[in-house]
Each structure stands twice: as structure tokens, then as C-alpha cells.
């Protein structure tokens, strides 16, 4: 695991396998960005314009090497770029630059960042970056490809500050639980199913003194859970739903985030198409998102309640699998005609909201790989929000921008409601209209919030697992995509005292 630090020390003068510095695109050509000074000197001033005649332009994704001068202890230079230099270098522009470093490096023992970093925000950003790009998923591989870089090192001249050391904490604590998302989902489904999932989240909980509290299929039946029984009863497989609890004898507000679990989702009887099935092992990253979050807040003693509910299950088609037409007496009462048995999730995410409810948070937020819809809407790197009041959308809409993810406030048009309860032999059907279907998504799953309880529904289907070439930060596979806006809307309602 890569490990992380922050030094006072000259970036000529460290020690390391390779020295990172930024550069930028600007009016008149190259230019470095601070930080880099003490390079520039050891290339006599020279060093803008070698990096040019390499070919460097300065812009966002970029990575050049080349031999370190005397005078710097590093052997290797790279110079990452940071983009226009006119707009400045925000939080995110860091972030992803030492992002693209670290996957550049690995194989190295150690790198020093010398990157912008003055303020104890700018540390964070160039630690986490650094820290999420240098992850690597080799659970399956027998030892082929590079290691990831094994220290990482972020340079500052904030002396003697404590909040620098704050910035590498919490950077190393929200770095590693993102990351410990992204092996869930990357994890093959026949070793990550509901039970082996609920297993791993006890053994955390226990590592981490949070509260875990798991309901088998026996509990599940006798509780009268039916969206998750009958999402899972076609699996050998049977669902679980996972409570973890984190309490601060302080906290003034309580926080729901409810994730969705599907291990693995063929679409059950509704089968999926060929070419749709092949990365269905990510239908459980909003599970992965909710449970890396609560880990999160503990391990950085936010002054806030939260609670994650992982509702697991495996959508297969078998003998026993719900059929398209069957009804499914949902917890809390409602019934459900099942019209598409690929429409699951949001069957396993109403039995979740309504236990949720029942313990009266303040706010319930759930997180889904809900629909293709979104994806059609938003593309594969921005997630929609949407909620039942348009404060708590636009709050989180701007708690996401704030953290560095993407994503769009959406309607939940009233109009749309009436495709779902045109079923005349249950209370609503889990499928609507088709044209806005992540909205219908939405709405049906608004029905089983209760009554005063404000609730926002994050579709992550787009961002949750990267197909293409790595980019920034973000590997291909798993990217634990809305974490950092759940833990930064959690750390909010800490410093406000109020959700």
C-alpha cells in the first residue's frame, strides 16, 4: 500500500526516484508552477525551455520526463501538466495532476511531489490525488505488471504547521476507504456475492469500532423484506441487508446513506443483452460508496451520526427467480407489480429506505448504478441528483462540485409518477415511462420515504466503473465515485451542528 508524507525539504535536495513538478500553459509558452524553483535553478534556467523542446505544452493529463542535473538528489524529473495557466490551478486540477504522476511513477520506491501546495487544502488535494492514482487492482494477476509507487511525498514550505500533518491524515484515511471501494468492485462476482460482502463489512466494522448489524434470509422473510427476497430469491446466493452504525456522543444530526448492492446483475428473467453483462460486477457500487463513507467519517471523528445501509443481492434468472408480472409485498406494506425483472435495484433500495426511515434520520441520501437512462442523460462521468426538496438536490449538486465530482441536479417531474401506478393489481409497478426513465427511477423510489424525512437519490451509473484508459486519478474499473461527496455533505452537517 502506497504510503504518504509531507516534507519541509528542498525539492533539490530530497531524496527520492523521481521529483514531480507542475507546468502550465501560458500566453507567451511553457511556465513553471511554484514549487518548482529549486529545479529551475539546478537546470540554470533552462528548464521551461528544454521541457518544450520535449515536446511538453503544459496542458491537463500531460507527463514528461527527463534526466534530473546535478544538484537534485532525484535521478529522474517529471513534469505533469496543470493546464491553462490563466484559469489557476483549483483543487481538482492538483488532484488530478499528482494523479497522473503516480500512475506515471509506478515501479518507483519513492516520489516527492513538488507540486503547488502552500495552503493545507492544496496538501490534501495533491495527496489524495496521488494516493488515488497510484492505485492498482492485482488481486487475480501472478505477479506481471509494475507495482504501485511505494511512498509518496508532498512538498510544502508550510514549517512547523499542523495542519499540514492534518492534510496528509485525512488525505491517507479518505484515499484508502475510495480505494477500498474500488477493490469491492472490482472483486469477481463468484468471490464477492451477499454473504462474502456482508462479511467484509463486519470485519471492518469490527477493525474500526462502528455497529454492524446483518439480516439473513430468514430475517429478511420474517421482517417481511420483499423487494430484497424477491430480487434475490433466483440466486444460490441469498441477499443480506447490512447495518453500519458510526455514533459520535456529540453529534446533533443523523445521516442515512443507502447503498445499492447487486453483486452481480444478469437482470434476472428480463435477461440482459449480450454486451450488456460483462461489468454487472459494479451493480453493488453504491453498497461499496455508503460502506467506504461511514468507514471514513469514523476514522476522521466527524462530529456527525452516520449510518450506511448496504442492500445486497444477486439478480439471477433461475426456477425460483421473480417473474415479469409477479407482485412483491415490499417492506412497510407497499406492493409491487414487477413489470421488468432488470428494473431491481431500485426494489432492493425501497426496502432499504423504508428500515431507514424507521430510525428517523434527518436526512436519507441513497447512491445507485440505478439506470442506463442516466447515462444516456449525463454521459459516463457525471451523476444525476435528485431528491424531494430542491434545497437538499442543489446542496449536494454543490457539495459534489466542492468535492471535485461531477455531477447534475435533476427533476422528478409529478407527470411521470402515473406510468408507475397504472397497475391495476398492486400499488405501483417498478417500471414507468420509458423516455425519462431515471427520473421514473426516482420517483418510484421517493414512495417509500417517509413522511418529514428529507431524501436525495444519486444515480451513479455513469462515473461508478471507468471502461477506458485511466485518466487523472481514476483508474480503469471501480472509481468509488460519490464518496467524496457523501463524506464532504457529512462533514457539513458536522461543522453546522444540523442536516
Same mark, same amino acid.
Given at each position: 500500500m502506497t504510503a504518504l508524507s509531507v516534507s519541509t525539504s528542498s525539492a533539490a535536495s530530497l531524496r527520492a526516484d523521481a521529483l514531480v513538478i507542475g507546468v502550465a500553459k501560458g500566453p507567451k509558452g511553457l511556465l513553471l508552477a511554484s514549487g518548482a524553483e529549486a529545479v529551475a535553478e539546478a537546470f540554470d534556467g533552462k528548464l521551461a525551455e528544454l521541457l518544450a523542446t520535449l515536446g511538453a505544452t503544459g496542458a491537463e493529463g500531460e507527463a514528461v520526463k527527463l534526466p534530473a542535473p546535478a544538484g537534485v538528489k532525484a535521478p529522474l524529473v517529471l513534469a505533469v501538466g496543470l493546464g491553462e495557466a490563466?484559469?489557476?490551478?483549483?483543487?481538482?486540477?492538483?488532484?488530478?495532476?499528482?494523479?497522473?504522476?503516480?500512475?506515471?511513477? %509506478?515501479?518507483?520506491?519513492? &516520489? /516527492?511531489?513538488?507540486?503547488?501546495?502552500?495552503?493545507? @487544502?492544496?496538501?490534501?488535494?495533491? #495527496? $489524495?490525488?496521488?494516493?488515488l492514482g497510484a492505485y492498482s487492482y492485482s488481486t487475480y494477476r501472478n505477479g506481471d505488471g509494475k507495482a504501485p509507487v511505494g511512498e509518496l511525498t508532498v512538498l510544502t514550505e508550510r514549517k512547523g504547521s499542523k495542519d499540514a500533518k492534518a492534510a496528509i491524515e485525512r488525505a491517507t484515511a479518505?484515499?484508502?476507504?475510495?480505494?477500498?471501494?474500488?477493490?469491492?468492485?472490482?472483486?469477481?462476482?463468484?468471490?464477492?456475492?451477499?454473504?462474502?460482502? %456482508?462479511?467484509?463489512?463486519? &470485519? /471492518?466494522?469490527?477493525?474500526?469500532?462502528?455497529?454492524? @448489524?446483518?439480516?439473513?434470509?430468514? #430475517? $429478511?422473510?420474517?421482517?417481511?423484506?420483499?423487494?430484497?427476497?424477491g430480487v434475490g430469491t433466483g440466486s444460490a446466493n441469498p441477499p443480506r441487508l447490512v447495518k453500519v452504525a458510526y455514533t459520535h456522543p456529540k453529534a446533533k444530526a443523523t445521516l442515512a446513506f443507502v447503498g445499492k448492492g447487486i453483486t452481480y446483475d444478469s437482470g434476472g428473467i428480463s435477461?440482459?443483452?449480450?454486451?450488456?453483462?460483462?461489468?454487472?460486477?459494479?451493480?453493488?457500487?453504491?453498497?461499496?460508496?455508503?460502506?467506504?463513507?461511514v468507514v471514513a467519517a469514523k476514522r476522521l471523528g466527524l462530529q456527525v451520526n452516520v449510518t450506511a445501509w448496504l442492500a445486497l443481492a444477486e439478480n439471477m434468472p433461475s426456477g425460483t427467480a421473480t417473474r415479469p408480472g409477479d407482485v412483491l409485498r415490499m417492506y412497510g406494506g407497499k406492493t409491487v407489480e414487477v413489470l421488468n425483472t432488470?428494473?431491481?435495484?431500485?426494489?432492493?433500495?425501497?426496502?432499504?429506505?423504508?428500515?431507514?426511515?424507521?430510525?428517523?434520520?434527518?436526512?436519507?441520501?441513497?447512491?445507485?448504478?440505478?439506470?442506463?437512462?442516466?447515462?444516456?442523460?449525463?454521459?459516463?462521468?457525471?451523476?444525476?441528483?435528485?431528491?424531494?426538496?430542491?434545497?437538499?438536490?442543489?446542496?449536494l449538486h454543490a457539495t459534489a462540485?466542492?468535492?471535485?465530482?461531477?455531477?447534475?441536479?435533476?427533476?422528478?417531474?409529478?407527470?411521470?409518477?402515473?406510468?408507475?401506478?397504472?397497475?391495476?393489481?398492486?400499488?405501483?409497478?417498478?417500471?414507468g415511462e420509458r423516455m425519462g426513465g431515471g427520473l421514473v427511477a426516482g420517483l418510484f423510489l421517493k414512495e417509500f420515504v417517509a413522511e418529514g424525512i428529507d431524501w436525495a437519490?444519486?444515480?451513479?451509473?455513469?462515473?461508478?466503473?471507468?471502461?477506458?484508459?485511466?485518466?487523472?486519478?481514476?483508474?480503469?474499473?471501480?472509481t468509488g465515485s460519490a464518496i467524496r461527496t457523501l463524506l464532504r455533505f457529512a462533514e457539513e452537517t458536522a461543522a453546522n451542528g444540523a442536516a
Open positions: 490563466e484559469q489557476g490551478h483549483s483543487l481538482e486540477t492538483l488532484r488530478k495532476a499528482a494523479g497522473v504522476a503516480a500512475r506515471t511513477l %509506478a515501479g518507483a520506491k519513492k &516520489a /516527492a511531489l513538488a507540486l503547488p501546495a502552500v495552503s493545507a @487544502e492544496e496538501i490534501e488535494a495533491v #495527496a $489524495l490525488g496521488a494516493l479518505v484515499g484508502e476507504e475510495i480505494n477500498r471501494a474500488r477493490d469491492l468492485i472490482n472483486a469477481a462476482p463468484n468471490d464477492l456475492n451477499p454473504k462474502s460482502f %456482508a462479511a467484509i463489512a463486519q &470485519a /471492518a466494522a469490527k477493525d474500526h469500532g462502528l455497529k454492524f @448489524e446483518v439480516l439473513d434470509e430468514k #430475517a $429478511l422473510t420474517k421482517g417481511g423484506f420483499g423487494g430484497l427476497l435477461l440482459k443483452p449480450a454486451g450488456h453483462n460483462e461489468t454487472m460486477k459494479c451493480d453493488m457500487a453504491g453498497a461499496a460508496a455508503v460502506f467506504a463513507t432488470d428494473a431491481e435495484g431500485r426494489l432492493v433500495l425501497a426496502d432499504a429506505i423504508v428500515r431507514a426511515g424507521e430510525e428517523q434520520p434527518d436526512v436519507i441520501v441513497d447512491v445507485a448504478t440505478l439506470t442506463g437512462a442516466m447515462v444516456l442523460a449525463l454521459g459516463n462521468r457525471i451523476f444525476g441528483v435528485m431528491a424531494n426538496s430542491d434545497e437538499l438536490r442543489d446542496r462540485e466542492a468535492a471535485g465530482e461531477q455531477s447534475w441536479p435533476m427533476p422528478l417531474p409529478v407527470e411521470l409518477r402515473k406510468g408507475m401506478t397504472e397497475t391495476t393489481i398492486a400499488d405501483l409497478a417498478n417500471m437519490h444519486l444515480d451513479i451509473a455513469g462515473p461508478a466503473f471507468h471502461e477506458g484508459a485511466p485518466f487523472g486519478y481514476t483508474p480503469r474499473g471501480g
